[in-house]
């Protein structure tokens, strides 16, 4: 690989490139829409730090959350808050210590959602997390109404199955300190 060296009086970008260039798989972002920069260029330090903050947080092998997106959001808006946060986070305009860091992390989840397979496995990895929390909603449900049905006394078949599932057999008791009034408040 070629290495065009810009030749730049501000430090750092020159280390930027090298790893943007390093990291490159062919996907273009393209160029900045005017708005974005205006309003981008327009926050505080106080913000930018907030940002570059939380991307640091948040794991490497979550994209959605490190550019800070829900996983059904189009791919152009997807852009338009890659862009924002590119200006916000970018090692010139921010004097976080981690900026440069948060930076080619921002970059690296955007190539990773733009890149058509990651993205798709990332989706299939999410949507199977809220099929299984789903699942696990509806029988929690189904056994709080075999519950209520074993209080009452009433039972339907599978009851049983459904209470040893989560242990609800019997319920819970209270402490005589949590029903009685202490003795000097007793009249």
Known sequence: MD???????RPGI??????????????FVGPLPCALFTKAASTNQDERFEEVTRIMGVEPNIP??????????AAKNLKKRYWKLSLMVH??????PQAHQAFIKLNKAFKDLQHPDKRKALDDKIMKKEEEEEMKAELR???????????????????????????????????????????????
């Open 14 to 27: 020159w280390s930027i490139r090298q790893a943007e260039l390093d990291q490159d798989d062919g996907f």
């Open 3 to 9: 290495l065009v060296v810009i030749r730049n009086e």
């Open 141 to 187: 449900s189904m056994c709080e109404a075999a519950f209520w049905r074993r209080s009452q006394g009433l039972s339907m078949e599978g009851d049983d199955v459904l209470l040893a599932e989560l242990d609800m057999k019997e319920p819970s008791k209270r402490d005589e300190w949590m029903t009685s009034l202490p003795p000097e408040r007793k009249v």
């Open 64 to 73: 959605y959350d490190i550019v800070g997106v829900n996983h059904k959001m």
């Open 91 to 96: 090692p010139d305009k921010c004097t976080h």
